[in-house]
Every structure is written in C-alpha cells, then in structure tokens.
C-alpha cells in the first residue's frame, strides 16, 4: 500500500494555493481542505448575526453555534462550504467577508476552533490543506510543507479576475487594498502568523505556468510519499 502524506501550503493571499491544492489532490487522489474557507464561514456567521467582532467573549460565545462541514459538490468535483447545513460556499467569497476575515481570524476562540477541525480532518493523512499557519501550527510535522508567493502586481491581477467574475462593480483598487491589507494583518497577528516553516519549499510563481508549478510540487510529493512517514 502507498504511503498517505500530509501536504501543506501556505502563502500570502491569491498565490494561487487553492488552485494548486485542488490539481494536487485530482493527481493524487488525495483530499483538499481549503482552510481559509473555514475562517470565512464563520465570518460570514458573525456578520450575519451581528456579533461584536472586536469582543473576543462573544465571538467565543458565538462560536458554539457553528457548525462546518465541506461536502463533495458533484458538478464542480471540489468541496463546497457548509455552515450549519447551508452551502455559502459562494457567499463566503463576497468582499464583504473577504473584508473582515483577517480580523476575525486574529482571535484565539475562532483559532482554536478551525485547527481542532483541521487536525481531526487530517487524522487518516492523504490529504492537502491550504492556508496561512497550516505548515507551521496545525501540520507541524507534515512531510510536505510548500509556501507559495508571487508579486503583488500578479497576485493583484488574479484576484481581481476572479472577484470580477462575481461582482463586475469590484474595482482593481479595493481588490489591491483587501489583499494588501490581508496579508499585513496575517503576517503581523499575535497568534500563528503567517511565516513560511523552517523545512517549507518556497515556490515562487510569478514565472510559472500552471503546468510547471503542478509538475514541481508532483515531484516534491513523490518523493516525500516514497520516503517512510512523519509521526503526527
Ligand atoms: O485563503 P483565504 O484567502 O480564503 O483566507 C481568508 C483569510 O482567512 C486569510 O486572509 C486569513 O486571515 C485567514 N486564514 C487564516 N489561517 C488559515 C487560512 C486562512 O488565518 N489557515
């Protein structure tokens, strides 16, 4: 039987991590977990019901009733968002969220809530998580740790695609702001920062194609898989 690997990617916003996560885990066969998603749906809650997003008591209080799941989506082939049996999975890509989450996501409670899930979902291994603080806290001893980075301009660039496909009155400027703005809450929170891990394989793609990135990160994987596992 082929050796399960845990893979983690980390990296600052729009590098492209969920993009290589899924084609990663289609190779593969293995399972992806799009982490952020997490960190938004229960943004998305706090919003939705009006909780203080400064009061780290009531997010705490407020966490209690949420409940995530991811549920294979058989149109898309990937994993769709679930909050308490409701699919946001779109929802959760508004800038409305996009604009608190980092916030939201500097909280121990709302923390300590996404890595417990995280960690139970990675128990069986064979499987790919995406995210900030994945290869440095919640897979500390994952036998495949990428972080990725891109320039900003890029990053810029392909957010603003994807964020126009959704709503055509996003303009280039707030999308910039948000990523900016992100990655400077992210890199700089108290708890978990994002960092790349001491044994994290940087992949910049600025120069990449899809196609090449996919084949380094293949190469990396087998021959980690190849190797004996990591304890957990
Ligand atoms: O990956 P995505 O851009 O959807 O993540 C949204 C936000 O969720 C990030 O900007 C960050 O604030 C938070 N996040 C986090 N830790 C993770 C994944 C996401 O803090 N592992």
Redesign the pocket.
């Known amino acids: 039987m082929q050796n399960k690997i845990i893979i983690t990617i ?1 990296g600052y ?2 590098c492209g ?2 993009t290589l996560a899924k084609q990663l885990a289609r190779r593969l066969d293995y399972v992806h977990i ?7 749906a229960i943004t998305l809650y706090l919003l939705r019901n009006d909780i203080h997003l400064d009061i780290e008591a009531d997010i705490s209080k407020a966490i209690e009733n949420i409940n995530l799941s991811f549920v294979k989506n058989d149109f898309t082939g990937t994993s769709d968002m679930y909050l308490n049996d409701e699919n946001v999975e779109s929802m959760i890509r508004e800038m409305l969220v ?1 604009e608190r ?2 916030d ?2 500097t909280h121990k409670s709302v ?1 300590d809530f ?1 890595v417990a899930q ?1 960690r139970k979902i990675g128990i069986n291994k064979g499987i790919i998580m ?5 290869g440095t806290t ?1 897979f500390a001893h994952a036998e495949l740790k990428l972080f990725m980075t891109a320039d900003v301009k890029t990053r810029v660039e392909r957010r603003f695609k994807e964020m126009f496909a959704i709503n055509p009155m996003v303009s280039l400027e707030e999308v910039k702001h948000n990523l900016e703005m ?1 990655d400077y ?2 890199s700089n ?1 108290e708890i ?1 920062p ?1 960092r790349k891990a001491d044994d994290a394989v940087v992949l910049d793609n600025t120069l990449l194609t899809m196609d090449e990135q996919l084949d380094i990160a293949l190469q990396l994987a087998y021959e980690r898989i190849a190797l004996p596992m990591a304890k957990n």
């Not at 799009?34 to 938004?40: C, H, L």
């Not at 995406?130 to 994945?134: H, K, N, Q, S, Y």
């Open positions: 980390d916003s729009s991590k969920s799009d982490s952020g998603a997490m960190y938004r996009s989450v980092s939201v996501a923390r996404a995280q995406d995210g900030r603080d994945i919640v992100r809450i992210d929170r978990s994002l």
